[in-house]
């Protein structure tokens, strides 16, 4: 496969999706835990910055009005009413183990999709990307819209598995066997980490 310059979307990684203690998708965090996601997330992570790729953290965060939110489904109703998922608020922060460093940016969105109201395609697209890699919580959610919506506008789309995970291994099995290869190449971190090293290297040579 050729690649193109690629950028890698963190995807919702968010303490009230995955920390087993805040109790909003306790489900979806015991699943994170099984599949062992973070750790692997962190080495991915580690890799992309080693080779210094574009890092675009995407998380779920509402403004104090709600008003701005796009998804207005009846599941999101109660986001208001329970000052849900609120900007700054430490259940939409993103887990300490995968935080954000200095010059990577963090994207709020107010849907599952991140590149619908955001300046996502147009910031891709003017640092010069044609291709994401994604990993991200859920897989049946915020992975599977990113890979549409970025597959559909052009770039390749390359989803790392085993750093994702849904609320169910059903959930996630269906979405990697049937639907995510529809829109890009389906692989595993060590294949991930060992082309960054490889790019890595390239570049200190």
Known sequence: MQYSRPALLMLDYQVALCDPEANRAPALAAQVAERAVVPVAQAVLAAARDAELLIIHVRLAFDDTYLLRTNRLARFDSYPENRAMLRGSAEAAI???????????????????????????????????????????????????????????????????????????????????????????????????????????????
């Open 95 to 205: 887990i300490a183990q995968l935080a954000p460093e200095q010059g990577e940016p963090v994207l709020d969105k107010s849907c599952v999709d991140p590149f619908i109201g955001s300046p996502l395609l147009s910031v891709l697209h003017a640092e010069g990307i044609g291709e994401i890699i994604i990993g991200g919580v859920a897989t049946n959610l915020v992975v599977e819209s990113t890979a549409r919506h970025a597959s559909d506008s052009g770039l390749q789309v390359t989803i790392v598995e085993d750093m994702c995970a849904s609320f169910s291994p059903a959930a996630h099995d269906f979405a990697v066997a049937n639907i995510l290869p529809l829109f890009g190449s389906v692989v595993s971190s060590a294949e991930v980490i060992g082309r960054l090293g490889e790019h890595t290297e390239r570049g200190a040579a």
